[in-house]
């Protein structure tokens, strides 16, 4: 592939600047690297904290975008997952490889980690390049804008979900991309979905009870009954006493965003009797084979509107309005 090919990008210049579209030179791979035709790419709030300054850029203008399904043309096949079909690119980009946390299984923690679509161009292109070792051969049948949301909402819920242990009661705080996902796995696995929506959203909450949860309620709400376990998506510290108060004694509160308002002070009592408040962190390698694996049993059905490469922006804009339910899929 000649060098004076180009194509077309999304990319953004800094903090509080519009997606600017741009023409960009196709790049060729290196050494380990795979260059993906992209036929998809999922929309994430971390874009919207990206596009915010609230989460940091490295080296910008950058190629926002970290749920990348796309055909390998050039460069080495995918590390993880089964070959000869679509790929998948997730968030974690790259890791160092010898740190203590690389070391134990915890490469989501290395503090040399670089993530895709924001210290390495991402997929709100028509092309983008990776680093095989990182990148997932997806189960076959997987069409690219039903995957491309299982790349970050889907991951780093399971994620999360992983953290509730083998809670039966489960409150989703946030009923967005990686929530509608979760619901699916979660009734899948035979627990009991609570459902917690900006107050009034009526469409999200019907969304919910029609995905398997077997209530749906505002974030403020008290729920029908304690809860084992909380993932909150919605990235509001306002809500973490409150989902503390909803949960069961040795329950587990898990906050699952890159990104969080100020937690609120609140009473010891709501920690007492043994109840944790823990994030979760990026992904690993073993969290997208396993939930890689897992979907097709489900089977997950991603609720997707659809957008342009020249929409990325609008489509950024209309998940800060909570203007679609589910996931934003850009399609090159
Ligand atoms: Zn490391
Ligand atoms: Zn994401």
Do not use: Y
């Given at each position: 592939m000649g060098s004076l090919e180009t194509m077309r990008a999304m990319v953004l210049d800094g903090p509080g600047r519009p997606l600017r579209e741009a023409r960009l030179p196709i790049p060729g791979p290196g050494p380990g690297q795979t260059l993906i035709r992209v036929r998809a790419c999922g929309v994430c709030r971390t874009d919207l904290h990206l596009l915010d300054g609230e989460v940091a850029l490295t080296d910008p203008p950058r190629v926002l975008g970290h749920q990348i399904v796309g055909e390998v043309v050039a460069g080495d096949r995918p590390g993880?997952?089964?070959?000869g079909g679509l790929v998948g690119v997730p968030?974690?980009?790259?890791?160092?490889?010898?740190?203590e946390y690389c070391t134990s299984?915890?490469?989501?923690?290395?503090?040399?980690a670089r993530f895709t679509g924001k210290d390495i161009d991402g997929g709100m292109a028509e092309y983008t390049l990776a680093d095989a070792r990182y990148c997932f051969g997806l189960p076959a049948g997987l069409e690219p804008i039903q995957a491309a949301p299982l790349l970050c909402a889907g991951l780093i819920g399971y994620r999360a979900l992983r953290m509730?242990?083998?809670?039966q009661t489960l409150g989703l705080y946030g009923f967005g991309a990686a929530a509608h996902i979760l619901a699916q796995v979660a009734v899948w696995q035979g627990r009991r979905v609570f459902a917690f929506t900006r107050a009034g959203d009526e469409a999200a909450q019907r969304f919910a009870l029609d995905l398997g949860a077997v209530w749906a309620g505002a974030s403020e709400d008290a729920p029908p009954e304690q809860l084992q376990a909380s993932i909150l998506?919605?990235?509001?510290?306002?809500?973490v006493p409150g989902a503390l108060r909803a949960t069961a004694p040795g329950g587990t509160v898990v906050c699952g965003g890159i990104h969080m308002s100020d937690i609120p002070s609140f009473p010891y009592e709501l920690l007492w009797h043994e109840r944790s408040l823990r994030s979760v962190a990026n992904l690993t390698r073993r969290d997208g084979v396993e939930l890689l694996e897992l979907a097709p049993q489900v089977p997950v059905r991603s609720t997707v509107t659809r957008y342009e490469l020249a929409e990325a922006g609008r489509a950024l804009e209309d998940l800060r309005a909570g203007a679609f339910t589910g996931a934003a899929v850009i399609v090159p």
């Open positions: 993880q997952g089964p070959a968030w974690l980009g790259w890791t160092c490889g010898v740190c299984g915890r490469e989501n923690l290395c503090p040399r509730c242990g083998d809670a998506f919605a990235p509001v510290g306002d809500l």
